[in-house]
């Protein structure tokens, strides 16, 4: 369903828009959660350990993935606010065309980049082969993620968050499936698991694709629609890169993070690794309300609402530091029995020092979620009025500070060192991200 986020109560359209989208991200980080769940009790924990260290590098694949496409789709988003629908469907054949360039180069670059990369962090002998294969499949289906991410920013683009949530559960609960098939009955490990998150991704976007072309005659496109030129490609480019870099420079951080984390036993790592998928389970509301704002920013910003954008920005960070106070003390109290899932019988006398370090992680993290949570806000709220140069610098802070954090408070704190790393680089790009909407945000008196 088509809906208008430029009517009604800027409150209620946001929470009633953003729950199918949380809805969506708790079924995305489920599978991904039960995808290293199987791998930990199904493998080992070296396997566990070894698919933890990729998730800085998936997330630079994919996280520059959907930073272009929620880029491309908040320039759809204002046309459709603006009730420019020629404009609008011209806006979605050159998402496309951009996405198909996108989707080659980003491909072979990274395939290319696997090996390298790993090595550039020093992997362990022990849990190499785990990161490399499991990473070099998930980077050979990025088409599969770059079309699932592109159909569902469309929609959200035209008010509809439903549909995207429907097509996500469907893809979760056959990447479940096809996980414990190919690691059980055809025991090919960690490619296994790699090669169910493509496929699922892939079948999904397909899927999608061909029920919103059918379900939206607004956004049926003909051959005229593909006809663009560089200024308007550059209209949506200018938005999409930024948000594209930003993501990219995070994963960045991340990856210098891990190799920080890497000089650090097995088990440091393998805790490390079950923390930090319990930790994006509890960050996915966040998520998706910055995922909703950009949309709704973008709308209103269209229709030259600018006392909307203010209200609907306002009323956000209300709803997101409440949700903060709960997920954080939630997920202190259920640190252990949730870091349990990922553990077998066969880590042994292994189990206590990977306990430790994953609670570790989640008690320092749930301190400074309020940095954390408010980033998503203020970063998609600047994005979706197409203000990307500053989100664009706090991203390079929240870098800077990230890696010289972890370069040097190891040496000293040691693990602890690690975790402080991650939050000061929180704290950092919070405190720009509020300062630049203070001074960037258009006054309704443009209106």
């Not at 892939?202 to 956004?219: G, T």
Request: with cysteine; aromatic share 14%.
């Amino acid at each position: 369903m088509i809906v208008d986020l430029t009517k009604g109560s800027p409150a209620r359209v946001i929470f009633f828009f953003s729950l199918p989208i949380i809805l969506g991200n708790v079924f995305q980080k489920l599978y991904e959660f039960v995808d290293t769940v199987i791998v930990g009790r199904f493998i080992n924990y070296e396997a566990l350990a070894g698919v933890g260290i990729t998730t800085g590098f998936t997330f630079f694949g994919n996280g520059f993935v959907w930073g272009v496409t929620a880029g491309l789709g908040i320039r759809t988003a204002q046309l459709f606010g603006a009730r420019d629908m020629d404009g609008m469907r011209r806006s979605i054949g050159t998402s496309l065309i951009i996405c198909t360039f996108l989707s080659a180069i980003l491909t072979a670059v990274m395939l290319l980049l696997t090996g390298p990369m790993l090595r550039m962090i020093n992997t362990g002998p022990e849990i190499f082969d785990y990161a490399y294969k499991y990473l070099l499949l998930l980077y050979a289906g990025l088409t599969g993620s770059i079309a699932y991410n592109m159909i569902s920013c469309i929609l959200r683009a035209i008010g509809d968050s439903r549909t995207p949530l429907y097509f996500l559960i469907f893809s979760s609960v056959l990447n479940i499936a096809l996980d414990l098939w190919f690691i059980l009955s055809f025991g090919w490990g960690v490619r296994g698991a790699a090669f169910a998150t493509v496929l699922s991704q892939a079948i999904s976007a397909i899927l999608c694709f061909a029920y919103a072309f059918r379900r939206y005659p607004e956004i049926r496109l003909s051959a005229s629609d593909f006809r663009t030129d560089w200024s308007f490609a550059w209209e949506h480019l200018r938005i999409g890169i930024p948000m594209a870099l930003q993501f990219s420079i995070t994963a960045i951080g991340v990856v210098i993070l891990q190799s920080a984390l890497n000089i650090f036993p097995p088990t440091y790592i393998a805790g490390f690794a079950a923390a930090s998928k319990v930790q994006n389970l509890f960050v996915l509301v966040p998520v998706s309300f910055g995922i909703a704002i950009a949309s709704y920013v973008g709308q209103n910003w269209g229709a030259g609402e600018i006392r909307r954008v203010r209200q609907g920005v306002n009323a956000t960070l209300l709803m997101v530091l409440a949700v903060c106070a709960v997920l954080s003390t939630v997920m202190v109290i259920f640190a252990r029995p949730m870091t349990s899932l990922f553990l077998n019988a066969e880590a042994g006398e292994m189990v206590t020092p990977i306990y430790r370090a994953s609670s570790r992680y989640l008690n320092i993290s749930a301190m400074f979620f309020p940095f954390l949570f408010v980033i998503f806000l203020y970063r998609n709220a600047l994005q979706g009025v197409g203000r990307t140069f500053l989100p664009l610098m706090a991203g390079v802070l929240e870098l800077v500070i990230r890696c010289v954090a972890s370069l040097t408070l190891p040496r000293h704190y040691g693990y602890d060192g690690v975790l402080i790393s991650d939050v000061f680089a929180w704290v950092g790009a919070s405190i720009m991200l509020i300062i630049s909407y203070i001074i960037q945000m258009p006054k309704p008196s443009r209106n």
